[in-house]
């Protein structure tokens, strides 16, 4: 059990490095984008630029899915990739259907993937309301400087 519960704290400390570049990545990202004028279409540019910020970070979620895939089917737990994948996507979403479990021991990792979906979500969310806080404070700003006497 021990071996089981270190293996799952080591695989949620690599998410957590995967979404930790994914998370750099996308605030550099911002951090580049919003020193642009906001131009004539403010909404436009806001929509592009929340468009690549989501796909950044969600691609950094879905590598944490497979690379939790690829530690199920190393482990046996699976007899192909596609319902590892599966498993492990229902699972790190916190879905849980339930369809497809893990037997054994090794089912200890279900529960801490879960828990590790949900913090990598949490800080998924938390850097794209970051965003949505910068962007409303922007178009605030020029709407302020559009309409000023």
């Known amino acids: 059990m021990i071996t089981v519960i270190s293996l799952g704290l080591l695989a949620m400390s690599i998410c957590l490095a995967l979404q930790?570049?994914?998370?750099?990545?996308?605030?550099?990202?911002?951090?580049?984008?919003?020193?642009?004028?906001?131009?004539?279409?403010?909404?436009?540019?806001?929509f592009l630029q929340f468009s690549?910020?989501?796909?950044?970070?969600?691609l950094g979620n879905i590598f944490q899915v497979?690379?939790?895939?690829?530690?199920?089917?190393?482990?046996?737990?699976?007899e192909d990739f596609e319902t590892a994948m599966y498993f492990s996507g229902v699972t790190f979403t916190s879905?849980?259907?339930g369809d497809v479990v893990l037997d054994g021991r090794i089912r200890l990792l279900g529960p801490l993937q879960a828990a590790n979906g949900l913090m990598m979500f949490g800080i998924t969310t938390a850097l794209f309301f970051?965003?949505?806080?910068?962007?409303?404070?922007?178009?605030?700003?020029a709407y302020r400087t559009a309409h000023e006497p």
Do not use: C, D, E, N
């Open 20 to 46: 930790a570049l994914a998370s750099v990545l996308a605030a550099r990202y911002f951090a580049r984008a919003r020193t642009q004028p906001m131009g004539r279409k403010p909404w436009r540019r806001i």
């Open 95 to 97: 879905l849980g259907y």
């Open 52 to 58: 690549v910020l989501m796909i950044v970070l969600m």
């Open 130 to 141: 970051s965003a949505i806080q910068h962007a409303t404070g922007k178009l605030a700003a």
């Open 66 to 78: 497979v690379f939790w895939a690829l530690l199920y089917r190393a482990l046996g737990a699976f």
